[in-house]
């Protein structure tokens, strides 16, 4: 079993930037998909990024220009850096990783955009 854990929220003011940490423990068996995902109060989760291993990122378009996702290797961490924040970006932001285990979902962190 695979468990996430995010970090990096907070409160930001329009305009400003944030980068969401999410760092994966336990074995990992054959890796094919890591994404980030985002529930805004209300409403349904949405998807905002994803990488099928071995191909290149794909953006939401309310988000793309604005988000990038990445990986380091060498620190086993997936990173969402999240610049020119507006107020509807606030929401709960989940990092999701899929292999040959299933699929893995982190707790969640928030992120408020507000002045």
């Known amino acids: 079993q695979v468990q996430l854990v995010e970090s990096g929220g907070g409160l930001v003011q329009p305009g400003g930037s944030l980068r969401l940490s999410c760092t994966p423990s336990?074995?990992?068996?054959?890796?094919?998909?890591t994404g980030w995902y985002r529930q805004a109060p209300g409403k349904e989760r949405e998807w905002v990024a994803g990488t099928i291993t071995g191909g290149s990122t794909n953006y939401a378009e309310s988000v793309k220009g604005r988000f990038a996702a990445s990986k380091d290797i060498d620190k086993n961490t997936m990173y969402l850096q999240m610049d020119r924040l507006k107020p509807e970006d606030t929401a709960v932001y989940h990092c999701?990783?899929?292999?040959?285990?299933?699929?893995?979902w982190g707790q969640g962190i928030r992120v408020t955009v507000s002045s």
């Open positions: 999701n990783l899929r292999d040959a285990q299933g699929n893995f």
């Open positions: 336990g074995r990992i068996v054959s890796l094919s998909y």
